[in-house]
């Protein structure tokens, strides 16, 4: 008798403790399932090469527009020219316009047009045609020709938000970040990140 309770016992012990074994198998497994999937959600190691783990305050391989706000600030002064802690119209259109100007010769071409115009302002255009802009017809678009095609537009009033016809740097911020932030969750993922790094690059 006491040999067979001395066996039940080793045997439930035994079992149980395989029992246990499976169930943190079990627990592992579904863990790294979790593990692979946030892996699909986080950039891959050339994004974070180019630039964007700077900016990843904390390390949660997504900007928000805190973040964000740190990628730009430092150049606040190069756009506010006046120093006045504010872009008016005039500033807010010239600093697109050299985001515009890709290759930096000081006038937009209709390449560099079309770029802008489906990553950076196309939302805010009346119409999409490169020549009603080009008013001399020479095939490129000079400063007083960009701000006066986009002067009665919408753009510089978005950003704009308390309607006192300035924009403050926190206003610059949250438009631009809105602007690039496609899919309006709050954060840039990659994809976002991928398509406007080109201008976040120039800055």
């Known amino acids: 008798m006491k040999r067979f309770i001395l066996a039940f016992a080793f045997l439930f012990t035994a079992s149980s403790a395989f029992l246990s074994c499976k169930d943190a198998e079990r627990e592992v ?12 959600e986080v950039f891959d190691e050339e994004v974070m090469d180019d630039g964007f783990g700077e900016y990843d305050l904390d390390d949660d391989n997504l900007w928000d527009s805190d973040e964000f706000g740190e990628a ?24 697109y316009y050299g985001w515009v100007d890709a290759d930096n010769d000081g ?9 802008g115009y489906n990553n950076l302002y196309g ?8 020549a009603e802009y080009d008013l001399d017809d020479d095939g490129f678009l000079d400063e ?3 701000y006066e095609g ?5 753009w510089f009033n978005d950003y704009d938000l308390d ?22 969750d709050g954060f840039w993922d990659e994809d976002e990140y991928n398509t406007y790094t080109v201008y976040y690059d120039t800055w």
């Not at 006038?107 to 770029?115: A, M, Y």
């Not at 939302?123 to 490169?130: I, K, R, S, T, W």
């Open 29 to 40: 497994g579904e863990t790294e399932i979790l593990e692979d999937d946030l892996e699909t």
């Open 72 to 95: 730009y600030d430092d150049d606040w002064a190069t756009w506010d020219v006046d120093s006045d802690g504010y872009l008016d119209d005039n500033e807010f259109y010239t600093t």
């Open 107 to 115: 006038l937009i071409g209709e390449n560099e047009w079309n770029e």
């Open 123 to 130: 939302d805010y255009g009346a119409v999409g045609d490169f």
């Open 144 to 146: 007083d020709e960009w």
């Open 150 to 154: 986009w002067g009665d537009s919408d």
């Open 163 to 184: 309607d006192d016809g300035l924009v403050d740097n926190d206003e610059w911020g949250d438009g631009l970040f809105g602007l690039w932030d496609e899919d309006d």
